[in-house]
């Protein structure tokens, strides 16, 4: 009885605990006053304007139609303004003045909120002032895919899932997300206030962090913040697709296909595999031709990984033809992708995410910026009739960088001098003149000098001079052959050697620069770009491999990702000029649609 009679008390003192806590996490919400009548409206106005600050969130149907929008003034509590107590006219004069008149104006992934208020008229060309999703993006990077608003406030406040309130048997989130319009008022009301009032905790906390660290805040203010505006732009633009010649493509790449699995057939003396199964691939690869295992799975399983398939090129003819297949099935599903994602415009309005990556890379969805130069699958996106396509990028940038940032006298001199990188690689490599260096061959010079830059290997190189050069063992052959090098069993692999030679004999200093980001990595656990980002390890006693090859990427392509967002600006400025409008933009380049008389 003594034991129970603990035991009840304990949990009285727990649950008595965590209602207080519950209280305590809930005082930051001032409550919210429904907006139902203009004087309510005008008084939100004068109460913004006097203050000078506003956190504003909007939610809208999976249409992206405007529903409710709360509009938070610091010290009041939240104006919650449903769609339709209003007039939209009375409402847009209101947030148009509170975004012309009001200094600071606060959202959480502001490029969300602005499309949709400015699909339904509330907002024209008036833009927030700050957005809490980038500079948490900024300031902990290793958050990355993490940045949600709910996420934050839960990280770094601890407050109550008011998102996970159930009304009936489903909480507020799947309304809010699938069916808005079956949510009580007073549900969202609450929902939305408290999404608004959140915004701006987040704000004041993140706000002096990121001053305090001046490189940090003049690359969100300078660059980031007005580029997320810019990428905004270009969804709405989108990416007009030549739908015959993306069925055409389909239809191409299935015939590949289907013709790489008649050779895998002969080869297994099977037609019942299915090559997308990793647990069938294993069987051939491991059981029945008894290759040997390059790396295990985390259950400890042989893996079928590209990582471990690459060290066994030239050990089974098999293994190549299971990597082509691959590439290809990858290209199949984007194209698919992109036809339905395909507009009632016939536009690809791919959705930005300047934080999708810890570098600064942006990311889309659907991924329209994996189209490498010159590939089938780029050839889809065309121009519309009186238009050109017109692709503007930063010549070299990563290599100007690598040079710069991992102290490589031969490479610094070649681009100061304007030489041509690519070029002098080849022509080392292929033991020629610069002058009578092909174009095939400048861009194995290129494709060498990028992958090679990074820590990539051999092996790893090979693959991308198959896939992305489609250089085939004949081309392989033919070029070894005119330098006298013997292509052995795998002549791609043998030319990815060769290059590789060549890159490492024309700059030693970029392995030894590997070795000085790795030191500073078991020193301080983190490595930086030129201009502030961070890269973190996830254990500063335990550091991967892979950790050490992906800082010595991060130092180059987040330099070179954030000097694009830094000119990004004047080429959107530029192109207005000429009636043109951006598209798409891809890690190093932007694309346009120019007028004819413009171009």
Not at 402 to 412: D, Q, V
Not at 587 to 594: I, R
Request: glycine share 6%; hydrophobic share 40%.
């Amino acid at each position: 009885r003594g034991l129970i009679e603990m035991f009840l008390a304990g949990v009285k003192s727990a649950v008595e605990y965590w209602r207080g806590r519950d209280y305590e996490l809930d005082a930051w919400f001032p409550g919210y006053t429904v907006v139902s009548d203009e004087s309510l409206l005008d008084e939100m106005v004068s109460a913004a304007v006097s203050t000078g600050a506003v956190a504003v969130d909007v939610e809208a149907t999976r249409d992206l139609d405007l529903y409710c929008v709360g509009v938070y003034v610091p010290g009041r509590p939240v104006y919650w303004i449903k769609r339709g107590a209003l007039l939209d006219s009375r409402v847009g004069q209101a947030i148009r003045y509170i975004f012309e008149n009001v200094p600071v104006r606060v959202g959480h992934n502001v490029s969300f909120d602005t499309k949709v208020l400015r699909r339904c008229g509330l907002l024209a060309d008036q833009e927030f002032s700050d957005d809490t999703f980038l500079m948490a993006h900024l300031l902990y990077p290793e958050r990355s895919g993490l940045l949600g608003l709910k996420e934050l406030g839960q990280a770094l406040f601890g407050i109550s899932p008011y998102w996970l309130e159930r009304v009936g048997d489903k909480t507020v989130a799947h309304y809010v997300e699938s069916s808005i319009q079956s949510l009580p008022d007073e549900h969202l009301a609450d929902y939305n206030s408290r999404d608004c009032a959140l915004t701006w905790r987040l704000y004041e906390h993140l706000r002096p962090k990121l001053f305090d660290n001046k490189r940090l805040y003049n690359l969100y203010k300078h660059v980031v913040f007005p580029c997320s505006l810019i990428l905004s732009d270009i969804s709405e633009n989108g990416l007009l697709v030549d739908v015959q010649a993306a069925n055409n493509l389909i239809d191409q790449i299935n015939a590949e296909i289907q013709d790489l699995d008649k050779q895998l057939a002969d080869i297994v003396g099977r037609t019942d595999i299915n090559w997308n199964s990793p647990a069938q691939v294993k069987q051939i690869l491991y059981e029945q031709f008894k290759l040997p295992v390059k790396a295990i799975t985390e259950r400890g399983m042989p893996s079928t990984s590209e990582a471990a398939l690459l060290p066994l090129l030239g050990k089974h003819p098999i293994i190549e033809l299971i990597l082509r297949r691959r590439t290809l099935f990858k290209a199949l599903t984007v194209v698919k992708g992109l036809l339905d994602d395909l507009g009632d415009d016939g536009r690809i309005h791919a959705t930005f995410n300047i934080c999708g990556t810890i570098s600064g890379r942006s990311s889309s969805t659907p991924n329209v910026q994996n189209f490498e130069r010159g590939s089938r699958i780029r050839r889809i996106i065309v121009a519309p009739p009186g238009h050109y396509l017109v692709e503007v990028d930063l010549s070299q940038i990563e290599l100007r960088w690598m040079g710069r940032l991992y102290n490589e006298p031969t490479l610094e001199s070649a681009m100061r001098e304007g030489r041509d990188i690519h070029v002098q690689t080849a022509a080392l490599a292929l033991q020629k003149d610069p002058s009578s260096v092909t174009k095939q061959e400048r861009t194995l010079g290129k494709m060498a000098n990028f992958a090679l830059g990074y820590g990539v290997g051999s092996r790893k190189l090979s693959i991308i001079l198959r896939d992305v050069g489609e250089v085939t063992d004949n081309v392989a052959k033919s070029i070894l052959d005119s330098i006298g090098v013997k292509a052995g069993e795998d002549p791609v692999y043998k030319l990815a050697t060769v290059l590789s030679d060549a890159f490492h004999k024309q700059f030693p200093a970029i392995r030894e620069a590997h070795l000085r980001i790795e030191a500073t990595l078991r020193r301080q656990g983190f490595v930086q770009s030129a201009f502030g980002r961070i890269f973190r390890v996830a254990n500063i006693n335990a550091i991967t491999h892979d950790e050490i090859r992906e800082a010595a990427n991060f130092v180059v392509q987040s330099s070179a990702a954030d000097t694009l967002w830094l000119c990004l600006p004047f080429i959107s400025k530029v192109a207005k000029k000429f009636g043109a409008r951006l598209i798409n933009v891809v890690h190093d380049s932007v694309l346009a649609e120019v007028p004819e008389d413009a171009a």
